[in-house]
């Protein structure tokens, strides 16, 4: 079974600054999906970002970008140039297609962007 | 329109209360889900549709009732709930295909079981 594991309960990180956010997963597939999404206190969870496996290049949008370890079952988030609007509860999530649509979340990380 | 709506935003019902959630969408998704979430947790998934049809159900409990009227529209029905029951609901979305499609969440539907 996939496991997805997230390490830091809680960062935080001065406004304008870059943090980095760890995930790590358990599966002995070859093929699957990576997402990073953002839960903001409004509580409405928003995708930041997605990686496909069989993709070597690292995703990026915009401030946020991956750094992605296949071999190492990594999957990391950096988030340049801090905003306060950044601070949110961040959760892994990896996809196992095709056909179960189920999402294995990690445990979440709180950040917090200090002004 | 990427949204997901959600109704009612709150909803205090007690242990012997029937009441419904909806949830909405018309990204021309065919998959939907059903997700509780309890504080500082991640989303855990209950009930997932596809084309309009149950397909995954995660061995919750019967007095959650879900219902697909049509591509667009969920409903969660709730009877009998217990005071653990307390939660975020959410609905989420997405395309279907041998794809990894993101899922779009709604903003989610706040129970309190009194």
């Known amino acids: 079974a996939q496991t997805v594991t997230q390490s830091q309960p809680e960062m935080s990180v001065q406004e304008a600054e870059t943090v980095t956010l760890s995930c790590t997963y358990d599966t002995s597939e070859n093929n699957y999906y990576l997402f990073w999404y953002k839960q903001p206190p409004s509580r409405q969870m928003i995708l930041v970002i997605r990686q496909e496996a069989y993709k070597q290049q690292n995703a990026t949008e915009n401030r946020f970008s991956v750094n992605f370890q296949k071999a190492a079952k990594s999957f990391s988030l950096k988030i340049s140039d801090s905003q306060l609007g950044d601070t949110a509860m961040y959760f892994c999530?990896?996809?196992?297609?095709?056909?179960?649509?189920?999402?294995?979340f990690g445990t979440g990380t709180r950040l917090k962007v200090l002004a | 329109d990427t949204e997901v709506t959600q109704t009612p935003k709150h909803l205090v019902m007690g242990m012997t209360n029937k009441k419904s959630l909806k949830c909405e969408q018309h990204m021309g998704h065919r998959a939907m889900y059903w997700y509780k979430q309890k504080a500082k947790k991640p989303p855990e998934l209950m009930f997932v549709y596809s084309y309009e049809k149950l397909s995954i159900n995660e061995s919750v409990p019967s007095r959650f009732s879900p219902e697909c009227p049509n591509s667009s529209l969920l409903n969660l029905h709730l009877h009998a709930l217990q005071p653990e029951d307390s939660a975020l609901y959410l609905c989420?979305?997405?395309?279907?295909?041998?794809?990894?499609?993101?899922?779009?969440f709604g903003p989610g539907t706040r129970l309190t079981v009194t």
């Open positions: 989420a979305s997405s395309r279907l295909g041998r794809g990894g499609y993101e899922q779009y």
């Open positions: 999530a990896f996809m196992k297609p095709p056909g179960t649509y189920k999402y294995i």
